[in-house]
């Protein structure tokens, strides 16, 4: 019975020695692995040096890739955080479920895809009609250039359209939102689909040295009456039809790097950059201003 006592006592030192080794999760400290969807890079990496400036041992090893595919990333394990343009789909919400896993969608801020094409085409406004044809009609000559195959700026334009049918003849790929750029001032009769952000942060002078170089179109609204450009006033009125809202989604349930930097880019200093970089933040903070009147 003595023997058996020491031998618990024993075994309950070791668990608390080996209990005492492991770290707790916690925000300030850690690296962690992210997908981004390509058309969020711009926003990402802002928030994300941001975040290391507040928690310099913190790390992200980040990865470019169409939406889908960060999400299945972060199922399969290989990231513990992605960033998208969309929520969880039905299947989607049904492995949460089964994992056990609450749902709680982690909206930061409002983007869109832009339509932009060369200074030369004709026309500066389209109505979604005349896009769905062309995205549809094979009589259609129109060329249509995504930034990637299955990117979620042709998501977002397939699902708002209700595109059933795409005719693939006039839909090209480029390789990212650069080239976009680069193809529709080679192309003067093409249309390329942008993720606004990209061109948004009015103090990045690259960017602005881009959009100087393009015509945005103006987008009619569903009744074909109302039109609209991709501008900070029209997507912060919420008169843009192609908005978009940003996710940050992640599978861990601890309280560390990944759902400290979800809070962060939720809270106040993250909707800071989020408005810097040109976007609409999710949660509208309310600027005070206090003046102090003092005699002369």
């Not at 992605?82 to 983007?111: F, Q």
């Not at 359209?161 to 990212?176: C, D, T, W």
């Amino acid at each position: 019975m003595k023997k058996l006592s020491v031998i618990l006592i024993f075994s309950f030192f070791i668990a608390s020695i080996w209990a005492c080794d492991q770290k707790k999760p916690i925000i300030n400290e850690g690296t962690i692995k992210v997908a981004i969807d390509e058309s969020l890079v711009p926003i990402s990496e802002a928030l994300i040096q941001s975040y290391k400036i507040h928690y310099p041992k913190t790390n992200f090893t980040t990865m470019v890739v169409p939406e889908s595919k960060a999400i299945k990333m972060l199922f399969d394990d290989s990231v513990s955080l992605a960033i998208t343009t969309r929520g969880y789909n039905a299947e989607e919400l049904r492995v949460m479920k089964s994992r056990e896993v609450k749902y709680i969608p982690a909206i930061c801020g409002i983007d869109a895809v832009m339509l932009v094409t060369s200074k030369n085409y004709p026309d500066t406004a389209i109505s979604q009609e005349k896009l769905k044809y062309m995205m549809s009609n094979p009589d259609s000559k129109t060329k249509l250039i995504f930034d990637k195959a299955a990117s979620s700026n042709y998501n977002t334009i397939i699902e708002k359209l209700k595109v059933k049918n795409v005719n693939l003849k006039n839909v090209y790929a480029a390789e990212g939102n650069l080239q976009v750029l680069q193809e529709v001032q080679k192309h003067p009769d093409a249309i390329g689909f942008l993720g606004y952000n990209w061109v948004s942060d009015e103090d990045d002078y690259e960017s602005q040295k881009l959009i100087n170089n393009i015509k945005i179109l103006a987008v009619s609204d569903s009744t074909g009456k109302n039109f609209a450009k991709a501008t900070w006033k029209n997507i912060d009125k919420r008169i843009y039809p192609f908005e978009r809202f940003v996710y940050m989604h992640t599978m861990s349930k601890s309280w560390g790097v990944e759902n400290g930097f979800i809070r962060f880019t939720c809270a106040k200093t993250g909707q800071f950059v989020i408005e810097k970089m040109g976007l609409i933040p999710y949660y509208l903070i309310p600027k005070e201003f206090y003046l102090e009147k003092k005699p002369l």
